[in-house]
């Protein structure tokens, strides 16, 4: 009968933070993890020679032989390269556990070009002209950037962004509600690079302030309040700093709060307000007299041509988008130009 050993995965060389991630992941599912790297005065791991040695090939045979392993994976390139060259030539009976770090690299770039590609055939001209010869680097930093900040804006929300925003006026740029700052950082990257204005994030960043969203939004009300919103404030902020979004501002209020400051002409402490709305972005407490409020609030400001997102118009926890956003259609339909739901979120133009 054959003994079939059971999975045990060899990290060579633990280096960087890929070696960390694939070595949580295969704990996780259960998986043990023998860890080796070249450095003989490191008694966490355990020893290999450099791949360039000639010891190397007989003194990775023992170790998979002593430690039984049965996968192998590299996050270093050359090694990578390496071990799949004595693999392919018949010196490893083992295979790798990933393609080569460098197509993983890039294999992130070529899904963002190939986005950027198809959110420019659908682009006005005119938005297209305005982002110039490097458009198409352009729209690929934005999907590069925009999925590494945390936040639940989609795909879907992101490309109609882009398309909004091709074709949206110059003003101010208002959400409501911005958390880590995902879609604030789209907002601000093409608002920049399209001179449509600047960017004002409304939010109190504060578990008091966070408010309950309903009965029926219990675990999100739970959930809620182990958030802590204070260091995911300073998360935002890096952001800023980071992507060096300098049209970027921020009031750390409530969205009636700052509705008050921005009618007085104050909330703008790093950037200059047009007094114009151009595009109003509402994600924040999602009880219905909380959507309702923050329309009330801020939807007068809202220019010719502008537009109103109300998100999670279609929401898995409660209606209070929704009656709200169906509520403002009804009383304003004479200021209207068009109305449709895409995805979870529901645009209005005003005409």
Same mark, same amino acid.
């Given at each position: 009968?054959?003994?079939?050993?059971?999975?045990?995965?060899?990290?060579?060389? %633990?280096?960087?933070?890929?070696?960390?991630?694939?070595?949580?992941?295969? =704990?996780? *599912?259960?998986?043990?993890?023998?860890?080796?790297?070249?450095?003989?005065?490191?008694?966490? %791991?355990? /020893?290999?020679?450099?791949?360039?040695?000639?010891?190397?090939?007989? $003194?990775?045979?023992?170790?998979?032989?002593? @430690?039984?392993?049965?996968?192998?994976?590299?996050? =270093?390139?050359?090694?990578?390269?390496?071990?799949?060259? *004595?693999?392919?030539?018949?010196?490893?009976? *083992?295979?790798?556990?990933?393609?080569?770090?460098? @197509?993983?690299?890039?294999?992130?770039?070529?899904?963002?070009?190939?986005?950027?590609?198809?959110?420019?055939?659908?682009?006005?001209?005119?938005?297209?002209?305005? *982002?110039?010869?490097?458009?198409?680097?352009?729209? &690929?930093?934005? =999907?590069?950037?925009?999925?590494?900040?945390?936040?639940? !804006?989609?795909?879907?929300?992101?490309?109609?962004?882009?398309?909004?925003?091709?074709?949206?006026?110059?003003?101010?740029?208002?959400?409501?509600?911005?958390? %880590?700052?995902?879609? #604030?950082? #789209?907002?601000?990257?093409? $608002?920049?690079?399209?001179?449509?204005?600047?960017?004002?994030?409304?939010?109190?960043?504060?578990?008091?302030?966070?408010?309950?969203?309903?009965? !029926?939004?219990?675990?999100?009300?739970?959930?809620?309040?182990?958030?802590?919103?204070?260091?995911?404030?300073? /998360?935002?902020?890096?952001?800023?700093?980071? %992507?060096?979004?300098?049209?970027?501002?921020?009031?750390?209020?409530?969205?009636?709060?700052?509705? @008050?400051?921005?009618?007085?002409?104050?909330?703008?402490?790093?950037?200059?307000?047009?007094?114009?709305?151009?595009?109003?972005?509402?994600?924040?407490?999602?009880?219905?007299?909380?959507? &309702?409020?923050?329309?009330?609030?801020?939807?007068?400001?809202?220019?010719?041509?502008?537009?109103?997102?109300?998100?999670?118009?279609?929401?898995?926890?409660?209606?209070?988008?929704?009656?709200?956003?169906?509520?403002?259609?009804?009383?304003?339909?004479?200021?209207?130009?068009?109305?449709?739901?895409?995805?979870?979120?529901?645009?209005?133009?005003?005409?």
């Amino acid at each position: 009968m054959t003994t079939v050993n059971p999975p045990k995965l060899l990290i060579f060389p %633990f280096d960087g933070d890929a070696a960390g991630q694939m070595q949580h992941q295969a =704990h996780s *599912l259960g998986i043990e993890v023998a860890c080796a790297h070249s450095d003989r005065g490191n008694d966490h %791991f355990l /020893y290999l020679p450099y791949v360039s040695d000639r010891g190397f090939i007989d $003194a990775l045979r023992a170790l998979i032989t002593t @430690e039984r392993i049965t996968h192998l994976y590299s996050p =270093h390139p050359v090694v990578w390269a390496s071990l799949d060259d *004595l693999i392919r030539q018949g010196q490893l009976s *083992l295979s790798l556990l990933q393609p080569s770090p460098y @197509e993983q690299d890039l294999s992130r770039y070529r899904l963002a070009v190939s986005w950027a590609q198809k959110q420019l055939a659908v682009m006005p001209a005119t938005a297209v002209s305005r *982002l110039g010869s490097d458009a198409l680097d352009t729209l &690929s930093g934005l =999907h590069l950037g925009f999925f590494t900040i945390p936040g639940q !804006s989609d795909l879907a929300k992101l490309e109609a962004i882009v398309e909004l925003m091709g074709r949206c006026p110059a003003g101010d740029i208002v959400e409501i509600g911005s958390l %880590f700052g995902r879609s #604030a950082y #789209a907002f601000a990257y093409l $608002a920049r690079r399209l001179n449509l204005g600047h960017v004002l994030c409304i939010d109190p960043w504060s578990n008091q302030e966070a408010g309950d969203q309903g009965d !029926s939004a219990k675990l999100v009300n739970t959930a809620s309040r182990h958030r802590r919103y204070n260091d995911v404030h300073h /998360y935002f902020r890096a952001i800023r700093q980071a %992507f060096n979004l300098d049209n970027l501002d921020w009031l750390r209020s409530t969205s009636c709060q700052g509705a @008050e400051s921005y009618r007085a002409g104050t909330a703008f402490s790093r950037t200059e307000s047009t007094g114009t709305i151009a595009l109003l972005h509402i994600d924040g407490n999602h009880a219905l007299e909380a959507v &309702s409020a923050d329309i009330a609030a801020w939807s007068p400001w809202v220019g010719s041509g502008g537009w109103i997102l109300i998100d999670d118009y279609c929401w898995s926890f409660g209606s209070g988008p929704r009656q709200a956003g169906d509520h403002y259609l009804q009383q304003h339909a004479d200021l209207i130009e068009q109305a449709y739901c895409l995805g979870d979120t529901l645009y209005i133009q005003k005409k």
